[in-house]
């Protein structure tokens, strides 16, 4: 069974920095997909970063050059570091793993973290 916990979410200042933490279990973390994504009040979740299982990572274009996905496959762990922190920043955070095969995909999700940026 599959689990992800996060942490690190919390209030930031705008233009602050926030780490965001991801603790995976029960999973053969090192062949997986990760990224999180996060959602606003009333909006859609969304994809903020990805790093595959070879380390190629992709950003949405309104984090670029703010955000960095980095992961330890020894640590079972992925991390997002949130710099230049903006209003439009603040949602739930989701942390997600990924097997991607080629005819399926299977998404675990964890709880979510609740990140705020305020004046």
């Known amino acids: 069974q599959v689990q992800l916990v996060e942490s690190g979410g919390g209030l930031v200042q705008v233009g602050g920095s926030l780490t965001l933490s991801c603790a995976a279990s029960?999973?053969?973390?090192?062949?997986?997909?990760m990224a999180w994504y996060r959602q606003a009040p009333g909006q859609q979740r969304e994809l903020v970063a990805a790093?595959?299982?070879?380390?190629?990572?992709n950003y949405a274009d309104s984090v670029k050059g703010r955000f960095t996905i980095s992961r330890d496959n020894a640590k079972n762990t992925v991390t997002l570091q949130m710099n230049r922190m903006k209003l439009e920043d603040t949602a739930v955070y989701y942390c997600?793993?990924?097997?991607?095969?080629?005819?399926?995909?299977?998404?675990?999700w964890g709880q979510g973290t609740q990140v705020t940026v305020s004046f």
């Open positions: 997600n793993l990924a097997y991607v095969r080629t005819f399926s995909r299977s998404d675990y």
């Open positions: 029960g999973s053969a973390f090192s062949v997986a997909d």
């Open positions: 790093v595959t299982s070879g380390g190629t990572t």
